[in-house]
């Protein structure tokens, strides 16, 4: 309806409540399961969840799939029981609906946690009448979310997309990777500006989780790679004196 008729658009969307941390997350799990189903063999490993707590800032469940999300990488996700290797271009024929929804979904779900302002927002990986809808709901919907939502949020749309099999990776890097790259150094330059001009703080303990998680997606390898070590490092060189670190030490680390 609001392709059809764009002026209902300042009308129709301020009515919209905006999803809760929950919700959002729930969403995610059951797109990226779906997505995860739709590769064509067994050989595929498991699809385990990601499980996140409503509690602000305290953890992801990102640390107890940390070897398995490793361990990818040495994995053949394109032959089937007789050894035999199925062409690519007809498992991406079968991933492509589902890669589409994944994306679509992941996108819908941005800007209620982003510290992006509307105008700077990445077009990649979205449609134009989905930017627009975006657009609106940012403008919109002005009150931002608590840096730990916002963490929480991104973190498990993260790990979503490392711990699917490589072929689907490689579709999805592109087409999500710019906009989460943005969403993590606005989360980051948050809480820069809480902290060290702000004068506020975080509870130890959710700290220390930020911490714990930004060093696994580091750890991980694939085309993600580079950009998450580059979020972790100017976590680092930011905050990273929250947790007693410097940016020494994460160079010392690579």
């Not at 929950?22 to 995860?36: F, G, N, P, V, Y």
């Not at 469940?61 to 062409?87: A, C, E, P, W, Y």
């Not at 072929?167 to 989360?187: G, I």
Request: proline share 7%; with cysteine; aromatic share 8%.
């Amino acid at each position: 309806m609001l392709n059809a008729q764009p002026s209902l658009k300042s009308l129709i969307l301020p009515l919209i409540p905006p999803p809760t941390l929950e919700t959002a997350i729930q969403t995610l799990d059951h797109s990226a399961r779906k997505l995860r189903d739709a590769y064509p063999y067994s050989s595929a490993p498991t699809f385990t969840p990601i499980t996140t707590t409503s509690s602000l800032g305290f953890g992801s469940g990102f640390g107890s799939q940390k070897s398995n999300l490793n361990n990818v990488d040495h994995q053949r996700f394109t032959s089937i029981t007789d050894g035999s290797q199925m062409r690519e271009s007809y498992v991406l024929s079968r991933l492509r609906p589902h890669i589409n929804d994944f994306v679509s979904v992941c996108m819908s779900y941005v800007p209620y946690f982003s510290y992006i302002r509307a105008a700077e927002a990445s077009t990649n990986g979205s449609s134009s009448s989905s930017r627009s809808h975006s657009t609106t709901l940012q403008v919109q919907h002005k009150d931002k979310p608590h840096p730990s939502e916002t963490f929480l949020f991104l973190s498990a749309l993260t790990s979503h997309i490392i711990s699917q099999p490589p072929l689907t990776q490689s579709s999805l890097v592109p087409l999500l990777l710019p906009r989460l790259s943005q969403e993590w150094m606005a989360w980051i330059d948050r809480i820069d500006e809480v902290v060290n001009r702000e004068g506020g703080m975080f509870g130890g303990e959710s700290v220390r989780a930020w911490e714990r998680t930004l060093d696994e997606f580091a750890d991980t390898r694939g085309p993600h790679s580079c950009v998450l070590k580059e979020v972790r490092d100017r976590w680092v060189t930011k905050v990273g004196w929250l947790v007693g670190r410097n940016v020494q030490q994460a160079m010392d680390e690579l």
